[in-house]
């Protein structure tokens, strides 16, 4: 059965701290992973990792994937009060050349930064 | 564009009730999807459509009955609610000729409560 295990569950934090979140998966023919920002509405896109040690950067965030370890993690620096949110980390994965565009989700990280 | 859009917003029911979650889109995305989301689980997929007429089962399908009429609009219905599908669903969809997940559009989410 495939797995995608985010931790922590929850994060408490203050303004300017830097966190790190965490995605483990185990899947049958990985094909990327995306992490979403969710703010008491639909997720929302912020990467998507396809190649090992490749870091996506977007100002304060960054990700990077270890296919070989299977896992993935989600910088954020200098943290801000907007960071709040949900983070969600998914994998898509191919079955014999379609998967139809299924994602399977890990549980979230609830980021909480004060200020 | 409306991009995709959930109606109702918010509903309440009692066991036993039955109703429809309509999604509709005005992308002319092939592919469109019904997830769940509970506290600390993410978002689960309970149905799929990769084009009118045809859906089929995700990882919750249990409790739940899709159609797909027309192209635009993706029905779930609950025919005998239970207070475990107390939930917020949100609907997606995405373009066959580009379903990179990263192009996922979703829907802004329907907050149900079963009493």
Not at chain 2, 42 to 58: D, M, N, P, Q, W
Request: proline share 4%.
């Amino acid at each position: 059965e495939d797995k995608v295990v985010q931790s922590p569950l929850s994060l408490v934090v203050h303004e300017g701290d830097t966190v790190t979140l965490n995605c483990s998966y185990e899947v049958t023919n990985f094909r990327s992973l995306l992490w979403y920002k969710q703010e008491k509405k639909a997720p929302t896109f912020l990467f998507m990792l396809t190649s090992s040690g490749i870091e996506k950067k977007s100002g304060r965030l960054s990700s990077i994937l270890d296919k070989k370890e299977l896992f993935s993690i989600l910088n954020i620096t200098a943290t801000q009060t907007g960071d709040s949110a949900i983070y969600l980390c998914a994998v898509d994965r191919s079955a014999g050349g379609t998967s139809y565009g299924k994602l399977t989700f890990g549980q979230g990280t609830i980021l909480t930064v004060h200020p | 564009n409306a991009g995709v859009t959930q109606t109702p917003k918010f509903r309440v029911l009692k066991t036993g009730q039955s109703m429809t979650l309509l999604c509709a889109q005005d992308m002319n995305h092939e592919y469109m999807y019904w997830y769940r989301q509970d506290p600390g689980m993410g978002l689960r997929l309970i149905h799929y459509s990769v084009g009118e007429g045809t859906t089929a089962k995700g990882e919750v399908p249990d409790g739940y009955n899709v159609s797909r009429l027309k192209k635009q609009n993706f029905l779930l219905g609950l025919e005998s609610a239970a207070p475990s599908q107390t939930s917020v669903y949100f609907c997606a969809s995405t373009s066959l000729r580009r379903l990179s997940p990263s192009l996922r559009h979703f829907g802004p989410g329907t907050r149900l409560t079963v009493l």
